[in-house]
C-alpha cells in the first residue's frame, strides 16, 4: 500500500497536533504545511509554504487537511479541487455558500472532501445517542461545561444537540416552569423545551451532559474532552476515508453511516 501523502493547511495550533497525528499514523505520513500568513520555512521539520498551488505542485499530496481560518479555507478549497487534491475541512465559521459551492464542484470532478464542525467522536457519539433518546423522554435539560475564555454561550454543540433532540419528536420536551425564581435565569436557556445551563470555570476544557427524565428514571449522556487530542482519531480516520469518496460528505455522523 502507498503511504498517504498528507498536507496540513493552517500552521497554527490544531495544523500543527495534525500534522504529529499523521506522523504516528501507519500509511500516511505528512508532507508539509500550507498557511497563508506564515512566512517560508521549516515547522517540526517540515517545509512551510504560504502559496497553496505552489506547495501542491511541489509536494503532490492525496490530501489536505486544513484547520485555518474562515478567510483562507474557500480560496484553499478551489485550489485543491482544480489540482485534483482530496480535502478534509475542520476549520469553521465558514461562509454559508462554501458547502453548497464545494458539494456541487466535488460532484462535478467526482471527488472525495468531508467537512466536519466537530472531530471529536465521543461527542458525535454523544449528539447522536441523544437523538435516539430523544423520543423515549418527554423531559430533558442539557449542562455544558467549558474554559472561561470560550466567546460563545451556549456551546455550538449544545445547540445543536438540542436541535437534532427536538427534530427527532412531534412535540417539544415539557419545560416544567418554577413557581417563583428569586434569582432570574435558575433554569437557564430554553431550546424546544430543553433548558440549557452553561458553566464556565478556568480548569474546564469542553464538556457536555445531556439528562433525561422520565417515570422513576433518568438518563444521563456525558462526554468529556481532555484537550485537542480528542479531535485527531476523527480527523485521521476522515483522511482515510475521504480517498473512498466520490462526493462531499458534511459531518462525522454522516461519514461514519450515522444519519
Ligand atoms: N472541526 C473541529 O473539530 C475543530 C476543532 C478545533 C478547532 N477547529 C477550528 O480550526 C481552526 C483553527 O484552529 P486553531 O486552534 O488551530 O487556530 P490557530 O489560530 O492556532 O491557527 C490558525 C492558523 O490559520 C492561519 N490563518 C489565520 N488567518 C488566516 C488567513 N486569513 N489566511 C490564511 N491563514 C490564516 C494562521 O496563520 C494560523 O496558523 C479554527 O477555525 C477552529 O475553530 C475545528
Known amino acids: 500500500m502507498t503511504e498517504l501523502k498528507i498536507l496540513v493547511s493552517g500552521a497554527g495550533k490544531m495544523g500543527q497536533q495534525?500534522?504529529?497525528?499523521?506522523?504516528?499514523?501507519?500509511?500516511?505520513?505528512?508532507?508539509?504545511?500550507?498557511?497563508?500568513?506564515?512566512?517560508?520555512?521549516n515547522l517540526s521539520g517540515l517545509p512551510v509554504a504560504s502559496d497553496a498551488a505552489g506547495a501542491i505542485e511541489a509536494l503532490h499530496p492525496d490530501v489536505i487537511i486544513d484547520f485555518s481560518n474562515a478567510a483562507w479555507t474557500p480560496g484553499l478549497a478551489r485550489i485543491a479541487i482544480e489540482h485534483g487534491v482530496r480535502l478534509v475541512?475542520?476549520?469553521?465559521?465558514?461562509?454559508?455558500?462554501?458547502?453548497?459551492?464545494?458539494?456541487?464542484?466535488?460532484?462535478?470532478?467526482?471527488?472525495?472532501?468531508?467537512?466536519?464542525?466537530?472531530?471529536?467522536?465521543?461527542?458525535?457519539?454523544?449528539?447522536?445517542?441523544?437523538?435516539?433518546?430523544?423520543?423515549?423522554?418527554?423531559?430533558?435539560?442539557?449542562?455544558?461545561?467549558?474554559?472561561?475564555?470560550?466567546?460563545?454561550?451556549?456551546?455550538?454543540?449544545?445547540?445543536?444537540?438540542?436541535?437534532?433532540?427536538?427534530?427527532?419528536?412531534e412535540a417539544p420536551f415539557t419545560h416544567p416552569v418554577s413557581e417563583k425564581e428569586p434569582l432570574p435565569g435558575a433554569r437557564g436557556a430554553e431550546y424546544g423545551g430543553i433548558a440549557i445551563h452553561s458553566v464556565r470555570l478556568p480548569g474546564l476544557v469542553a464538556h457536555q451532559e445531556v439528562i433525561f427524565g422520565?417515570?422513576?428514571?433518568?438518563?444521563?449522556?456525558?462526554?468529556?474532552?481532555?484537550?485537542?487530542?480528542?479531535?485527531?482519531?476523527?480527523?485521521?480516520?476522515?483522511?482515510?476515508?475521504?480517498?473512498?469518496?466520490?462526493?462531499?460528505?458534511?459531518?462525522?455522523?454522516?461519514?461514519f453511516g450515522l444519519r
Open 18 to 41: 495534525v500534522a504529529a497525528a499523521v506522523a504516528a499514523e501507519p500509511g500516511m505520513s505528512a508532507v508539509g504545511f500550507v498557511d497563508g500568513l506564515a512566512a517560508a520555512g
Open 89 to 169: 475541512v475542520g476549520t469553521t465559521g465558514l461562509p454559508d455558500d462554501f458547502v453548497p459551492w464545494l458539494s456541487a464542484a466535488t460532484s462535478q470532478r467526482k471527488t472525495g472532501a468531508v467537512v466536519a464542525a466537530n472531530f471529536a467522536i465521543g461527542a458525535v457519539l454523544m449528539m447522536h445517542f441523544a437523538r435516539q433518546a430523544a423520543r423515549f423522554f418527554d423531559n430533558a435539560e442539557i449542562i455544558e461545561l467549558h474554559h472561561d475564555q470560550k466567546v460563545d454561550s451556549p456551546s455550538g454543540t449544545a445547540k445543536t444537540t438540542a436541535e437534532l433532540m427536538r427534530g427527532a419528536r
Open 214 to 255: 422520565g417515570l422513576g428514571q433518568t438518563l444521563t449522556i456525558r462526554h468529556d474532552t481532555t484537550g485537542r487530542d480528542s479531535f485527531m482519531p476523527g480527523v485521521v480516520a476522515a483522511a482515510r476515508e475521504v480517498m473512498k469518496l466520490d462526493h462531499l460528505v458534511v459531518g462525522l455522523d454522516e461519514l
